[in-house]
């Protein structure tokens, strides 16, 4: 079974608008960290935003949130006033505890993100 | 602050040949962890090294070795090269390693295998 899976190979939203990219996991750890990063054609990974399994509030970080709902096991990104610049790749990732014997990232298949004027 | 470095950025080699791609953390940071990410797919995880001790492997075959120094930087070697080795290779970071620590990215090394 995949551990991460974004089901939205592209998505287009309009410049200023919001927008949702999904996200759902699965683990057996208690403890564990989501991320989102974003990846732009020149390839470097940006890291946006963290939620730790423990965390009760959503994570927040300037333009982006995390829409972490534990029970139903998703982690969705929003991106609230959409620019130009935020044209590109998504992907999600997590990083399981010590269970695991390893804390390695698992990533999803990403979400090309494409901002239109 | 210098985020993590790469070297080289690019890189053309044969099949059958070797090749070394190199990686210095972000100051401070004591992990060091190798993903490859071939065209159109999310990364993969390689290797993760820790205080100079191989923390965690991935699914990837023995000609892949790794190792870390005591200045924390990190090589990624690869023997025997094949076509499908030809991906992204990118390097990341972090404090300590753990479940809840953030990594960040190098920009990667592009290796195409002729």
């Known amino acids: 079974a995949q551990k991460i899976t974004q089901t939205q190979p592209g998505m287009f939203v309009q410049e200023k608008e919001a927008v949702t990219l999904d996200c759902t996991y699965d683990?057996?750890?208690?403890?564990?960290?989501l991320f989102w990063y974003k990846q732009p054609s020149s390839g470097e990974m940006i890291f946006l935003i963290y939620?730790?399994?423990?965390?009760?509030q959503n994570a927040t970080e300037g333009r982006y949130s995390l829409n972490f709902q534990k029970a139903r096991k998703s982690a969705n990104l929003v991106i609230s006033a959409s620019q130009l610049g935020d044209s590109a790749m998504y992907f999600c990732?997590?990083?399981?505890?010590?269970?695991?014997?390893?804390?390695?990232?698992?990533f999803g298949s990403g979400t090309r993100l494409q901002v239109q004027p | 602050d210098a985020g993590v470095t790469q070297s080289p950025t690019h890189l053309i080699k044969t099949r059958g040949q070797h090749v070394t791609l190199r990686c210095s953390p972000i100051?401070?940071?004591?992990?060091v962890s190798w993903y490859q990410q071939v065209l159109g797919q999310g990364p993969q995880f390689i290797f993760q090294?820790?205080?100079?001790?191989?923390?965690g492997r991935g699914n990837f075959p023995d000609r892949f070795s790794a190792r870390q120094f005591p200045n924390y930087s990190s090589e990624l070697n690869v023997n025997a090269l094949l076509l499908g080795d030809s991906a992204l290779y990118l390097c990341?970071?972090?404090?300590?390693?753990?479940?809840?620590?953030?990594?960040?990215f190098g920009p990667g090394t592009r290796l195409t295998v002729l």
């Open positions: 990341a970071s972090s404090s300590r390693g753990t479940e809840r620590d953030t990594q960040y």
């Open positions: 683990t057996s750890d208690q403890s564990y960290g």
């Open positions: 939620q730790g399994s423990y965390d009760e």
């Open positions: 990732a997590m990083r399981e505890g010590p269970g695991t014997g390893r804390r390695a990232l698992t």
């Open positions: 100051s401070g940071h004591k992990s």
């Open positions: 090294y820790y205080e100079k001790e191989e923390r």
